[in-house]
């Protein structure tokens, strides 16, 4: 290899983004109906935390959902491309992840639930998307090509691990890396402790409401979603936005602030041919947060720490 080619990481995989929009569009339908089901029984934690799903060693997962007096599971497997569904008296359900409508998909999920003795009561068609077609009613988005949501899955391993990491840096409130089904975006937000102004709402086929309970404080959130660049992009923002958070000095060199998006993005290719992908998006992660921190007037000493404080506390155990 020449100096001058890219190195590619084989664990970050390459997927464009123009060669999945169908399948990407209509899993994004897909996971707002398993979110949904999700949301309409987790009771309400702060800024919507508890609808997301999250990054599994098969694919995405709702967690456990209480239901009544047992609770219940939903994966999306895109290693054997089932959706599964497990309920805690032990009884389960499946069924195969292919081409199909949103309202087949909507029809199967339904049904798998009643027989289990499950029966959510959801908003049947999307959110902050336009238009948001019914769920019963979309036949438009009908496609699954299985290797793409395996290579996308891929992807969110790698971003859930690194933005995993670069939390841990962080002693303040903090969310868990999650994928949020809305924007079908993965994310992590720390906040600063201070209340927010209200946000102004707008989102498509969104309660205002909604946004507010989300936007409440002040905060710098970053994540991954399938758009943003050839093969999708992390991105990065504050809300309220610091003065001098667009104009900061952030690395990598690939890193830029879009007027467009009101964030900072870094081009998923770009970390995936990275020297060393790992370093390069935590680069962009700590330098983003600390746009948003040090314009912003954080309290950084009381929210910061060490992540190595454990291997330090033990070395310096073994020498007393």
């Not at 109906?33 to 990054?55: C, D, E, M, S």
């Not at 998307?129 to 979309?138: G, K, L, N, Q, R």
């Not at 404080?217 to 504050?238: D, I, K, T």
């Amino acid at each position: 290899m020449s100096a001058q080619q890219p190195r590619t990481s084989t664990a970050w995989p390459a997927l464009r983004v123009d060669d999945w929009t169908e399948t990407r569009d209509t899993l994004h339908m897909w996971t707002q109906i398993v979110g949904k089901i999700r949301l309409a029984h987790a009771p309400l934690f702060n800024h919507w935390w508890q609808v997301t799903l999250y990054v599994s060693p098969r694919g995405l997962t709702t967690a456990a959902i209480p239901y009544q007096d047992r609770n219940f599971d939903i994966e999306f497997d895109f290693c054997d491309h089932r959706l599964r569904i497990r309920s805690s008296d032990g009884d389960t359900r499946d069924f195969e992840l292919k081409p199909m409508t949103v309202a087949d998909f909507h029809a199967q999920i339904m049904a798998a639930l009643s027989e289990l003795g499950i029966n959510p009561q959801i908003q049947a068609r999307p959110n902050e998307v336009d238009p948001a077609i019914p769920f019963a009613e979309d036949t438009q988005h009908a496609s699954y090509d299985p290797d793409a949501a395996n290579l996308f899955w891929r992807q969110l391993i790698q971003a859930d691990r690194v933005i995993g990491q670069f939390r841990s840096h962080f002693i303040g409130k903090v969310s868990p890396v999650h994928f949020f089904w809305g924007a079908m975006d993965l994310a992590c937000t720390r906040f600063s402790g201070r209340e927010a102004p209200t946000h102004p709402g707008g989102t498509p086929n969104c309660a205002d409401w909604v946004m507010e309970e989300g936007y409440s404080h002040e905060l710098s959130s970053c994540g991954f979603w399938p758009g943003g660049g050839e093969e999708g992009a992390f991105y990065a923002y504050a809300y309220p936005e610091p003065d001098g958070f667009a104009d900061s000095a952030v690395r990598p060199d690939e890193a830029f602030y879009s007027t467009e998006n009101g964030q900072f993005l870094l081009p998923y290719e770009a970390v995936r041919t990275a020297a060393d992908p790992d370093q390069t998006l935590l680069e962009f992660l700590h330098t983003t947060y600390e746009a948003a921190a040090a314009n912003g007037h954080w309290d950084r000493t009381a929210l910061e720490v060490d992540p190595r404080r454990r291997a330090r506390h033990q070395q310096e155990g073994s020498n007393r």
